[in-house]
């Protein structure tokens, strides 16, 4: 039920950084704020962004956020082997009277 | 720092009830700054909200799961609960509870706190 489409993977060597993006409709990114959840292996989910581009307290800065039209993408900088997650985007869809929509997931790979 | 913790069967025979419950500690269920949601990740894939709710009762669902879905708040406990119906395989999944701040006026919707999650196997 995915509408919010992110690539499957994406890797990068410790230091570099990497970019997940992630493309929607005007019925939820173009219209609704983005946030960005991090699953480490064998954990729950944890806010990493929300409303687009703020970092929850305690989220390093090396992760950031930005959107543009119908789009948004996660940014990782100075890439370090703990960020090897699944991330997962998500927004307010107000498509079928509203619903919560998140994306299909990319998993990060340290190399 | 509001905590949240799901609890239940962790295995449902198909055609049954899948019912679970979310303890918040930590924080108060009645803050009406926040709404309370379900969210199941199915194995090895995405994730798929389920629904919320607020402390006076008031919900609002995933429409593919509305049918069978209901989830119901007891303020008393500071709890809240789901309830699914007429499960089958295809509804085994990891089902997590939040806390969720939703501004529709600004169109935000964010799941700031989750519980670690109860893994639910749909099997006879």
């Known amino acids: 039920q995915s509408v919010l489409t992110q690539p499957p993977s994406a890797s990068g060597t410790p230091g570099q950084r990497v970019t997940i993006p992630c493309s929607g409709s005007n019925s939820n990114i173009g219209t609704n704020t983005v946030n960005w959840y991090q699953v480490l292996p064998g954990a729950a989910p944890k806010l990493l962004i929300y409303s687009d581009d703020q970092r929850p307290s305690g989220v390093p800065d090396r992760f950031s956020g930005s959107k543009s039209g119908t789009s948004a993408s996660l940014a990782i900088s100075g890439l370090q082997s703990e960020d090897e997650a699944d991330y997962f985007c998500a927004a307010w869809d107000d498509n079928l009277n509203g619903l919560y929509v998140f994306g299909t997931g990319t998993t990060v790979t340290v190399l | 720092q509001v905590q949240l913790q799901e609890s239940g069967p962790g295995l449902v025979k198909p055609s049954q009830i899948l019912s679970l419950t979310c303890t918040v500690s930590?924080?108060?269920?009645?803050?009406?700054?926040?709404?309370w949601s379900w969210i199941r990740q199915h194995p090895g894939k995405g994730l798929e909200w389920i629904g919320y709710?607020?402390?006076?009762?008031?919900?609002h669902y995933n429409p593919s799961l509305k049918s069978r879905v209901s989830i119901s708040v007891d303020t008393s406990k500071n709890q809240f609960s789901l309830r699914l119906n007429a499960v089958t395989a295809a509804d085994t999944a990891m089902y997590y509870c939040?806390?969720?701040?939703?501004?529709?006026?600004?169109?935000?919707?964010?799941?700031?706190?989750w519980g670690q999650g109860t893994l639910v196997t749909v099997s006879s």
């Open positions: 709710i607020y402390h006076t009762g008031s919900d």
């Open positions: 939040a806390r969720t701040y939703y501004d529709s006026v600004w169109g935000s919707f964010r799941l700031d706190s």
């Open positions: 930590h924080g108060s269920i009645s803050n009406g700054a926040y709404c």
